[in-house]
Each structure stands twice: as structure tokens, then as C-alpha cells.
């Protein structure tokens, strides 16, 4: 299905274009980041352990 949006683009390349820049970000955030273990997590200090407990509690109400 073409959807002309001002008589240039179609919608499905507005769409294309979107996911092109989607997965851009995501692979940004990967190469920004690190792989850890299960025992790093536990070497971590009691408040940031509470904290993930908590945001874990939390999340199915944000």
C-alpha cells in the first residue's frame, strides 16, 4: 500500500526510514556497552541490588 504524504514520499518508506534509524540507535547502544556476569552483579553494592529489586517490583505499574 502507497500512501502519498506531499506528493514525495511514500509511507512505506517513511517507515523504512524510521527503521533504518532505529536500528542505527540500537547498534550505538551495543557498541557503548559491556557484557556482565551473574557474579559482577553480585559483587555490586546492596543499594544498587535494592534498586534493581525495586525497579523490578515497579515496572508492571510504569
Known amino acids: ?5 506531499d506528493g ?4 512505506d518508506s517513511i ?4 527503521a533504518t ?3 542505527a540507535m540500537f547498534e550505538q547502544d551495543f557498541d ?4 556482565i556476569d551473574a557474579d559482577s552483579l553480585e559483587d555490586r ?4 541490588r535494592l534498586g534493581v529489586k525495586l525497579s ?4 508492571p505499574v510504569l
Open 32 to 35: 557503548h556497552s559491556e557484557p
Open 15 to 18: 517507515l523504512e526510514g524510521f
Open 56 to 59: 523490578r517490583l515497579a515496572s
Open 21 to 23: 534509524q532505529m536500528e
Open 45 to 48: 553494592p546492596i543499594w544498587w
Open 1 to 5: 500500500m502507497e500512501l502519498l504524504v
Open 8 to 11: 514525495e514520499a511514500t509511507f
